[in-house]
């Protein structure tokens, strides 16, 4: 058979299991938005038949066996050849997993999940720690079987971001450490911006309008995608042409719609910038976690907090709402959503004290996988860690370890993607800001489509060919350096809080 056949068997494999997964998607997307009470119940059943469908397909040898012929046959086209690379990859550890132990695992995250909204409602840690243990305990056998260098939790950071390891990790947290403690105390040293008017009554409906307005000025394309509400953020995508994000209004909180749909809108821009051509292959998905946060982070942050970005928007948001901002000057209104303060919440958290509550939850969970950490010990330890660097006592479990969902599904190795998307973020601007001619003046006038344009090319299109650090290097120069975002960081916050 030609490398052509046997090529056009592969992707019609990788199609059909792509396709299932995707219509799961869509009902998993209705479930978070539009499900009626009722439905619930044959749902999980539906969704459930679904994904072992896709799973028999996909593992079936026949797809292995073809890959490795296409291998041999050494295809001259570059991004056919990292196709079959990637799924091969994807699919030899795909295989690792035995039946027993995804049925195990989904057992035991569906009781942790449901044990963790108690323990959390309860503000009751020991109604979680059973299966958090149990959790830990699968997860250390995941890496086992997995296999890795080092330190398990490498295996684990692997599936979210593709080459990652402790060592590394380490060594930029503790850069990131020293810099941000000292850089923070100057900060909390100075008066806090005056922010009392985001917190007035802001009307629902002219707010998603307004939210609307940014998503379009973005260039999100509402004929192949659509927002609609949900109690937690997100986006889903279900091919290039049809992403779905979702935003929550809050009326005394203006900053909740406003972020979330920015920060929402950045992760499906850059859906929406993946190749059709490769639809359900690695060249046409997105290059990890990290580089997708990188793009969303862009936006809400490096974009959506920037004064330029206001210049362009701020009276929009005056004419909207004149009863609560007829009276801040742009400049306050800019300082009052940069403001720094050290808090119990992750997403609730600036852009400068993020970063501490993902240094706490890597180290928690590398030394819960390492098993240097008692996971009885972790409430103690969680409240410790907040104490010496954030300087914050946490009063209750539920503003402690039981605030964020991640452990309860099992995800263990995701935080630190956070983290590293920012400071990715942070160096494809810098680069960006180099590159696209008047790149900030169109900004501060409302014309985002250079800065699309830019990340469309230089990042979007590229889907998995590069793995992360490769792809940094490719659009950068270099791999990841914390310099840049330092010196942001610096630069922004000096200036805002008058730090000489
Ligand atoms: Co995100």
Redesign the pocket.
Request: cysteine-free; glycine content about 16%.
């Given at each position: 058979m030609s490398s052509n056949d046997l090529y056009k068997q592969y992707t019609d494999i990788i199609h059909k299991v792509v396709d299932i997964d995707y219509a799961s998607a869509v009902l998993q997307w209705d479930q978070e938005t539009y499900i009626p009470e009722k439905g619930a119940e044959f749902r999980a059943q539906q969704l459930s038949t679904l994904s072992g469908l896709a799973h028999d397909i996909y593992v079936a040898p026949e797809l292995g066996t073809i890959m490795n012929e296409l291998i041999k046959a050494k295809l001259s086209d570059r991004i056919q050849s990292r196709n079959v690379e990637l799924s091969h990859k994807d699919y030899f550890r795909e295989k690792k997993y035995s039946t027993d132990f995804v049925i195990e695992i989904s057992n035991e995250t569906s009781k942790a999940f449901h044990n963790w909204v108690k323990a959390r409602e309860e503000n009751n840690p020991s109604l979680f720690l059973p299966n958090l243990e149990k959790l830990v305990e699968l997860k250390r056998r995941e890496a086992d079987f997995l296999g890795y260098e080092d330190h398990p939790y490498n295996a684990l950071m692997d599936d979210y971001e593709p080459g990652a390891k402790v060592k590394e990790i380490d060594v930029l947290f503790t850069e990131v450490r020293n810099h941000l403690k000292e850089f923070i105390k100057r900060i909390a040293a100075k008066p806090a911006p005056k922010s009392d008017f985001l917190f007035f009554k802001y009307d629902k409906q002219k707010q998603w309008d307004f939210g609307i307005d940014i998503l379009k000025q973005m260039g999100f394309d509402f004929t192949a995608g659509r927002q609609d509400i949900s109690v937690h953020p997100?986006?889903t995508s279900f091919n290039p042409k049809d992403v779905r994000i979702t935003t929550k209004v809050e009326e005394n909180d203006f900053r909740s719609m406003t972020w979330s749909c920015i920060?929402?809108g950045?992760?499906a821009l850059y859906e929406q910038g993946l190749s059709s051509e490769q639809y359900g292959l690695p060249c046409g998905e997105a290059c990890s976690l990290g580089i997708?946060?990188s793009q969303?982070?862009l936006w809400?942050n490096v974009v959506g907090r920037s004064l330029n970005f206001w210049k362009a928007n701020y009276s929009k948001l005056q004419n909207l709402f004149p009863e609560n901002l007829s009276a801040v000057s742009l400049e306050d209104f800019y300082k009052s959503i940069n403001a720094v303060k050290p808090s119990l919440i992750r997403i609730e958290a600036d852009e400068l004290t993020y970063h501490f509550h993902i240094m706490i939850r890597y180290e928690l969970e590398k030394r819960m996988i390492e098993g240097s950490l008692k996971v009885t010990d972790v409430p103690d330890a969680w409240n410790e860690a907040y104490k010496n660097y954030l300087g914050v006592d946490v009063p209750t479990y539920r503003q402690g370890m039981l605030q964020d969902v991640h452990w309860s599904h099992g995800s263990f190795g995701y935080f630190p993607t956070?983290s590293l998307?920012s400071f990715f973020a942070v160096q494809f601007y810098n680069t960006a800001k180099k590159e696209v001619f008047d790149l900030e003046k169109n900004i501060s006038e409302g014309n985002m489509k250079p800065l699309l344009d830019w990340l469309r090319e230089k990042i979007h299109k590229h889907g998995r060919y590069y793995n992360p650090q490769e792809l940094c290097e490719v659009v950068t120069g270099e791999k990841l350096n914390y310099r840049y975002f330092k010196q942001y960081a610096e630069e922004k916050y000096s200036n805002i809080y008058n730090i000489g």
């Open positions: 997100f986006t920060h929402e950045g992760h997708h946060e969303s982070r809400e956070y998307g």
